[in-house]
């Protein structure tokens, strides 16, 4: 296994241990902070892993299906984590779950027919948006970093559906090409 690939399975690793924190009192007055270091390292491992892979030509059948579902792993954790804590609304996140369901989907079919359907950069920057918004969340630091968040949740909003219509309208045949 290469080093891209041990970096999104440590980022997948990471994941119960960021919800241990996350909604226990485990680390006492600490929690917070060992829950934001959790994030910022898995996140930072998303941010790694394909950096190196491209850059070393380590790309993988395995990173390109492991990578994606451990940032949604993380990032979809994170948000229904904050739905009981007031932070985010759950038609938010049902939005947010209902497009990786959607891409998903289209990955698998176009799987099915031998296609790789690359990242969009309105998905990396969807990407970012979330993890900084869940940055600034878990961190509540309260004055304008709430008011940081707040548009940063409706900027990851947005993102989410741009890239979902982005992505459909970009890939479209795939559905067409299985017969359906």
């Given at each position: ?84 804590m007031g932070k985010l609304t759950a ?90």
């Amino acid at each position: 296994m290469n080093l891209p690939n041990k970096l999104t399975v440590l980022r997948m690793i990471m994941v119960p241990f960021f919800l241990l924190f996350m909604l226990t009192d485990i680390g006492g007055g600490a929690n917070k902070w060992i829950t934001l270091a959790i994030f910022c390292v898995a996140s930072l491992t998303d941010l790694l892993d394909g950096k190196i892979a491209r850059a070393r030509n380590l790309v993988t059948n395995f990173g390109k299906f492991m990578d994606p579902l451990a940032d949604k792993m993380l990032v979809c954790s994170a948000m229904i984590c904050f739905i009981p804590m007031g932070k985010l609304t759950a038609w938010y996140v049902i939005i947010v779950i209902a497009r990786e369901f959607i891409i998903s989907g289209f990955r698998l079919v176009a799987s099915d027919n031998q296609v790789v359907i690359a990242a969009s950069y309105w998905g990396k920057f969807k990407t970012v948006s979330q993890m900084v918004m869940i940055i600034l969340l878990i961190a509540d630091l309260g004055g304008i970093f709430d008011t940081i968040g707040m548009v940063l949740i409706w900027v990851s909003l947005v993102l989410t559906v741009v890239s979902l219509v982005d992505y459909v309208a970009k890939n479209i045949e795939v559905l067409t090409k299985g017969g359906m």
